[in-house]
């Protein structure tokens, strides 16, 4: 059974930093690309960044660019969000996922969130002003 295990959400203040980690337990984890999504109260998740399965591939949306940063460790199934300057407005809870997607470059089709086979429950991030 498939399974991703966010970790690493929790309060800060603005403009301070944080480090979201994910466990999948994909048996071919490298035949996936990974992403992360966030959705906060009210809204409609939203797509945050992705990598391919090679981690050669970036995506971002807009509003992350500059103080967001994915990685992913092929040999622990892993993959990280590196979350600089916060604001109050990433405030959400965060969702990791995969996509089956074994090509090294991710398209624009990696930002829509029905791409993806499989979800995590997801971490609570909160900044406060």
């Known amino acids: 059974q498939v399974q991703l295990v966010e970790s690493g959400g929790g309060l800060v203040q603005a403009g301070g930093s944080l480090r979201l980690s994910c466990a999948a337990s994909?048996?071919?984890?490298?035949?996936?690309?990974m992403g992360w999504f966030r959705q906060a109260p009210g809204k409609e998740r939203e797509f945050v960044a992705a990598?391919?399965?090679?981690?050669?591939?970036?995506r971002y949306a807009d509003s992350v660019k500059g103080r967001f940063s994915i990685s992913r460790d092929n040999a622990k199934n892993t993959v990280t969000l590196q979350m600089n300057s916060l604001k109050p407005e990433d405030t959400a809870v965060y969702y990791c996922?995969?996509?089956?997607?074994?090509?090294?470059?991710?398209?624009?089709?990696?930002?829509?969130?029905?791409?993806?086979?499989?979800w995590g429950q997801g971490t609570q991030v909160t900044v406060s002003s």
């Open positions: 996922a995969a996509d089956f997607w074994p090509d090294t470059f991710l398209t624009a089709q990696a930002m829509g969130a029905e791409r993806y086979d499989y």
């Open positions: 990598v391919s399965w090679s981690g050669s591939s970036l």
């Open positions: 994909l048996r071919t984890f490298t035949s996936y690309a």
